[in-house]
T-cell receptor
Framework: DTAVSQTPKYLVTQMGNDKSIKCEQN?????MYWYKQDSKKFLKIMFS???????INETVPNRFSPKSPDKAHLNLHINSLELGDSAVYFC??????????????FGPGTRLTVT | KQEVTQIPAALSVPEGENLVLNCSFT??????LQWFRQDPGKGLTSLLL?????REQTSGRLNASLDKSSGRSTLYIAASQPGDSATYLC????????????FGKGMKLTVNP
């Protein structure tokens, strides 16, 4: 199946721990993203990478560090987890079309619960 | 700063009704608008993408229109079915054709059998 996939689907961990979420896309897209959806279901971009290069870095604590080993993968590492980090994290990818548009495709999400 | 508003936040209707979902945005200098569907506990599924040069796009029972001058888009769902129950989100670039999408808070639709 061609898609954006994320692992794990669920992640429960204690405050202070370090955790990683992995994302892979086999759509051949150049750009990948991390979004955070909070408890109020508000979806907001965190980072974007284009061909392994960081393009967008929103106001995100530096405990969050994205890493892109190649253009098909974008991982998110979170240090010293806090209660407020509990959310659903979505990975997405897009291809810049000939008309200058990025159509984004989303992964299934990773529900992170920090206790 | 681009802001996206979707009103109402929730809608409950009987099966078979034709529905109009609204989305408004503050910066009309955009290249495109995208409508998504999110099922509970699932990711986002792209429904329709409208380019600024288009006025509408259709996919099955869904029709989306875009009026840049007024900063509005509507998603029309014909003959609604219980399977249409989900949260519908619209998103636009922060400016122009930026890859940074700004999302509305979504509209939770419940279609009752």
């Amino acid at each position: 199946d061609t898609a954006v996939s994320q692992t794990p689907k669920y992640l429960v961990t204690q405050m202070g721990n370090d955790k990683s979420i992995k994302c892979e896309q086999n759509l051949g897209h150049d750009t990948m993203y991390w979004y955070k959806q909070d408890s109020k279901k508000f979806l907001k971009i965190m980072f974007s990478y284009n061909n392994k290069e960081l393009i967008i870095n929103e106001t995100v604590p530096n405990r969050f560090s994205p890493k892109s080993p190649d253009k098909a993968h974008l991982n998110l590492h979170i240090n010293s987890l806090e209660l407020g980090d509990s959310a659903v994290y979505f990975c997405a990818s897009s291809l810049l079309t000939g008309t200058g548009i990025y159509e984004q495709y989303f992964g299934p999400g990773t529900r992170l619960t920090v206790t | 700063k681009q802001e996206v508003t979707q009103i109402p936040a929730a809608l409950s209707v009987p099966e078979g009704e034709n529905l109009v979902l609204n989305c408004s945005f503050t910066d009309s200098a955009i290249y495109n608008l995208q409508w998504f569907r999110q099922d509970p506990g699932k990711g986002l599924t792209s429904l329709l993408l409208i380019q600024s040069s288009q006025r509408e796009q259709t996919s099955g029972r869904l029709n989306a229109s875009l009026d840049k001058s007024s900063g509005r888009s509507t998603l029309y769902i014909a003959a609604s079915q219980p399977g249409d129950s989900a949260t519908y989100l619209c998103a636009v670039p922060s400016q122009g054709g930026s890859e940074k999408l700004v999302f509305g808070k979504g509209m939770k639709l419940t279609v009752n059998p």
